[in-house]
């Protein structure tokens, strides 16, 4: 059954406004007013690209370059974890390094798996848990938590990926998100919440085309919904602080108007990341808001 608080947020249709009436003062004063704080992050996610190293060190100097021009944005790139050491090694680098999964185990007996702690000995300081691709090959909602937890405590910081596989008039897509939110969340001490940034990433949404993705308005909404939701299990403050990127077939037309209007903290980025013009005209947009 859908919880009564998910159907009002259904049957609020797609006036913003309207959802000021059905939740709390907490949030009626962030969706009637509150502007993003902080920088923005903008995350690379290159999956199984390039196919060489010499590659991947071209495309990493171009993110490497344009981080060094902004102060409003932090760069996130998160490349196949044979690469990672061969790009982190050497001076500092102003850009960030994630990578793509890890195993839930911290290590043992598990042929092909990388732990947290191995991804951060060379330089790791992000990981990406519960990608879409990663739960259609069997991660379920509490191998994702798991995951996070491994991350956590190895010092790692997780970009948490949540969204639905598709949408109906009945809403029961809010309710399947929300479980993905609160299994993912509900044991983490509240200490370590504000390590955690959330990337919305509908499944549906990837490949469509400009006006068939969630436009900013959808998004924003969405936001609302997934902090509201994570305000159940942890203080209001940590939830109003979460910080929530937006993936799903973005690209530089549409990522200007989800930057300005959409009320992200940032992009997590799949094949345009791999263009280098493209993700670097990104950044630097998302610099001068």
Request: aromatic share 8%; hydrophobic share 40%.
């Amino acid at each position: 059954m859908v919880p009564l608080e998910t159907l009002s947020i259904l049957n609020l249709g797609r006036k913003l406004s309207r959802i000021c009436l059905y939740i709390d003062e907490y949030f009626r004063w962030y969706t009637c007013g509150m502007s993003r704080l902080g920088k923005f992050y903008i995350v690379g996610n290159w999956k199984m690209n390039p196919d060489k190293v010499s590659e991947a060190k071209s495309l990493f100097s171009v993110s490497e370059k344009v981080a060094k021009k902004v102060r409003k944005v932090s760069v996130i790139v998160c490349p196949p974890a044979v690469f990672i050491e061969s790009l982190s090694s050497g001076k500092k680098r102003k850009v960030s390094f994630g990578i793509q999964d890890i195993h839930t185990a911290s290590g043992g007996s598990h042929t092909g798996g990388v732990s947290a702690t191995q991804a951060k000995s060379v330089g790791v300081s992000y990981v990406i848990i519960g990608h879409s691709e990663r739960r259609a090959e069997g991660d379920t909602n509490e191998i994702v938590a798991q995951k996070i937890m491994s991350a956590l405590d190895s010092g790692l910081k997780v970009i948490l990926c949540i969204g639905e596989k598709s949408r109906d008039e009945h809403g029961i897509f809010l309710s399947d998100l929300r479980e993905q939110i609160i299994s993912a969340i509900k044991t983490v001490p509240k200490k370590y919440i504000s390590d955690i940034l959330v990337a919305y990433e509908p499944s549906w949404a990837i490949g469509k085309k400009y006006d068939e993705a969630p436009s900013p308005q959808d998004i924003h909404e969405m936001i609302i919904f997934i902090k509201k939701t994570v305000s159940e299990i942890t203080t209001r403050e940590n939830a109003m602080s979460l910080s929530v990127l937006y993936g799903g077939s973005v690209d530089f037309d549409n990522a200007q108007a989800i930057l300005k209007d959409g009320e992200v903290s940032g992009l997590l980025i799949g094949r345009q990341s791999l263009d280098s013009e493209n993700f670097k005209n990104i950044i630097l947009y998302a610099n001068s808001l």
